[in-house]
Nanobody, 124 residues
């Protein structure tokens, strides 16, 4: 099973940008579909973005389309989430996850490996 570690979170102001990283170990990242999820206090974990094994397919939740970009570097065993034009509503703990499914997935139960999360706080 792959181990995932997120980094890059922090406290920023509305309109700022952050880039999250997800470093994988234990297994080759190219084996997995990769996804980003987030969970705000008192809310359920929600899908943010996902990317296929060869980066040919990406999908986003509507609220981040045009602002967030998911990417991966299989040679570095790392996935990324570039977040631009951040809003206070983006405040959450962000998790990366790996799925062994054949196609890009948007539900939490499709992912079998999770990182510990990184906090993103956007002030107004």
């Amino acid at each position: 099973q792959v181990q995932l570690v997120e980094s890059g979170g922090g406290l920023v102001q509305a309109g700022d940008a952050l880039k999250l990283s997800c470093a994988a170990s234990g297994r080759t990242l190219s084996t997995y579909i990769m996804g980003w999820f987030r969970q705000a206090p008192g809310k359920e974990r929600e899908f943010v973005a996902a990317i296929g094994r060869r980066s040919t397919t990406t999908t986003y939740t509507n609220s981040v389309k045009g602002r967030f970009t998911i990417s991966r570097d299989n040679a570095k065993n790392t996935a990324y989430l570039q977040m631009n034009s951040l809003k206070p509503d983006d405040t959450a703990v962000y998790y990366c996850a790996a799925s062994s499914q054949f196609t890009v997935q948007t539900t939490t139960n499709a992912y079998n490996s999770w990182g510990q999360g990184t906090q993103v706080t956007v002030s107004s």
